[in-house]
């Protein structure tokens, strides 16, 4: 027997839920096996399984730090830190002066060094670079270091500066101490100097030391800043955007230093030196004249993981204040392993009590339709969830376990108003295949305006709620949208093939769908039933049977009166015929 259109639809749109799951497994299992970053465990928050914590102390010359530079630090930290990938931590302040920093698990070596770099960053153009050393050749051949400079020694410019790439910015004095001067000398502490004043320093591996002229921009110039790949040289780049007092500077340093490098292609004072914590970040040459405020920085070593690190670094490193770490310590669980095991038996109590309900109470054996679609749901939650860990660093926190428990129930309520939309079409008397296929059509429309309500509330939750309800809301706002997926690519399907099945399509009385239990009255063309139910469940559908009946009778009246008026109408033709 050929299979009818509805059955085959059916089948294609199952095939595609299983194929879109094998898909995720897929990629988890890449992540797992192949580039070892993946999980096959959701990862936790901070409230479940402890993690590290670091206390910052701002540094000031001022008593005490303003509430406000405190909050705007707080800000741009939380920034670093999910830039990293760290989802779930908590950041807040201690007193007047502290920052605590909290994050799940242990904190690489990365991550707290993107934290613990608090200074301001600064934009100084290049006067001079070298290599790290401090030593010359002196007349017996030796390798000799550079004698401490001379407090003598003229500290003051021959001739006033005009910009800040000008060489008279380099005093005798300065010169002295750029020759002697060791970039892995702990007792050289750049951070601390002037802005208005040149400085000697090293990029942050080492390799290099430069004067650079005075500051001419700060980090709170740029908009953003952000990594790719060109297209058409195949390498990565950071890209950054200027606000519009800044992208006007930029554009009158962009001149000058282009016009350096036209003139001596391998002038050192063609760099601009991006400066972060008194140490260089990077110090690309001025290739062009930049005045729309969006140059980028490419070449060098620079791959995608150093591209993204220059990014996040740009793009938050103006701090308000300055910070130093006082404590980093590794803290317990505050809830533990015991709260999110409580919050999983309730999960399981929940998830059985419902199901009980749907088959001892309300549906029979459909309720194992609705059972299967929530073991479907949590199948795919569960993988999104570790796809997520992955690749974006979410972590499930006990606000997250909780809004995964809540949806059980707003779940279930998708696949009630479908039953009880075909149950309706039953009552009316319709076939049990057109009363799937019409009720899909009727409870569809409720069921897309109800999510897209719950979606639309767990994303504003989710923005404007403090960071332990975040979970909650992004939990409730992925399931939300997993079950309207459930309810299309999996509940109506297996209706459509189920009442092709004689238990259900001819209404077993353990179905669920059986229409005399139902107390369906109406059989079509005028015709009805009458309702024979005397208790019990029966007695609830008889109730239901007699209000169906009346509108039945208010049908027949109306066919009845349209009969007579016919009648009267052909009577009255034949007597003046006669």
């Given amino acids: ?35 070892k970053g993946g999980t096959w465990v959701p990862e936790l928050a901070l409230d479940l399984q402890g993690g590290t914590q670091i206390v910052l102390e701002a540094q000031t010359e001022e008593a005490e730090p303003s509430a406000e ?25 201690q007193g007047s002066q502290n920052i605590v920093v909290q994050i799940p698990g242990n904190a690489d070596e ?37 004698p401490t ?17 000008d060489p008279t910015w380099v005093s005798d004095l300065l010169w002295a101490q750029f020759q002697s001067y060791r970039c892995d000398d702990p007792a050289n502490d750049p951070s601390a100097a002037p802005a208005d004043q040149p400085l000697i320093t090293c990029d942050t591996a080492g390799a290099a030391k430069y004067i650079l002229g005075p500051v001419e921009m700060d980090g709170s110039s740029i908009d953003d800043a952000t990594n790719g790949m060109d297209p058409q040289t195949g390498t990565w780049s950071v890209n950054l955007q200027f606000d519009g007092e800044g992208a006007q500077t930029f554009g009158e340093i962009s001149e000058r230093l282009n016009a350096i490098r036209t003139e001596s292609p391998n002038d050192p004072r063609s760099q601009f030196a991006f400066v972060l914590d008194g140490n260089i970040i990077s110090a690309p040459t001025m290739n062009a004249v930049i005045t729309d405020g969006r140059p980028s920085i490419s070449g060098g070593n620079i791959d995608q993981e150093t591209s993204k690190v220059l990014a996040d670094q740009l793009k938050f490193g103006a701090l308000p204040l300055s910070f130093e770490v006082v404590s980093s310590d590794t803290i317990s669980a505050t809830l533990g392993s015991q709260q999110l095991q409580s919050g999983l038996i309730a999960g399981l109590i929940g998830l059985v009590l419902v199901g009980l309900f749907v088959v001892l109470v309300s549906y029979r054996a459909l309720g194992f339709v609705i059972i299967a679609s929530l073991v479907v ?38 696949f009630i108003v479908y039953f009880e939309r075909i149950r309706d079409e039953l009552r009316d008397g319709k076939a049990m295949t057109v009363a799937v296929e019409d009720g899909w059509a ?46 299309v690519m999996f509940t109506h399907p297996v209706m459509q093939l189920l009442v092709r099945t004689r238990f259900f399509g001819d209404g077993h009385p353990l179905s669920g769908l059986d229409p005399s239990a139902l107390g369906a009255v109406y059989r079509g063309r005028a015709s009805f039933r ?18 169906r009946q009346t509108i039945a009778e208010r049908k027949a009246a109306e066919l009845a009166a349209a009969q007579n008026a016919s009648d009267k109408g052909a009577g009255r033709a034949e007597e003046e015929n006669a």
């Avoid at 705007?72 to 990293?84: E, F, G, L």
């Avoid at 600064?122 to 030593?135: C, D, H, K, M, Q």
């Avoid at 199948?379 to 059980?408: E, F, H, M, P």
């Avoid at 509330?457 to 403090?466: C, E, K, T």
């Fill in 149 to 165: 400079p001379d407090a003598s020694l003229g500290a003051t410019p021959t001739a006033e500066p005009s910009n800040g790439s």
């Fill in 69 to 93: 530079q405190l909050a705007q630090a707080v800000a741009i930290i939380r920034q670093r830190v999910d830039a990293s990938g760290v989802g779930e931590s908590e950041i807040s302040t």
């Fill in 110 to 146: 990365q991550t707290r060094e993107r934290i613990q770099a608090s200074a301001q960053l600064e934009l100084r153009a290049v006067i001079y670079a070298s290599g790290p050393s401090n030593t010359f050749v002196g007349e017996d051949g030796e390798e000799t270091p550079y």
């Fill in 530 to 547: 009458t309702p024979v139910a005397t208790g019990g469940r029966a007695k609830r559908s008889r109730g239901e049977a007699e209000r």
């Fill in 1 to 35: 027997m050929a299979i009818s259109t509805p059955a085959r639809r059916a089948w294609r749109v199952l095939t595609g839920l299983l194929v879109i799951t094998a898909i995720l497994f897929g990629a988890n299992a890449l992540g797992v096996h192949v580039v």
């Fill in 377 to 414: 749901m949590a199948v795919l939650t569960y993988i999104l969830l570790c796809l997520l860990s992955w690749r974006l660093g979410y972590r499930l926190s006990l606000a997250g376990v909780a809004g995964l428990i809540v949806t059980i129930g707003f779940t279930a309520d998708s």
């Fill in 442 to 487: 009727r409870a569809k429309r409720t069921i897309y305006i109800s999510k897209s309500i719950n979606v639309l509330a767990a994303v504003v939750l989710y923005i404007l709620a403090d960071a332990t309800v975040k979970g909650f809301a992004f939990t409730l706002g992925l399931t939300t949208v997993l079950d309207v997926l459930i309810f």
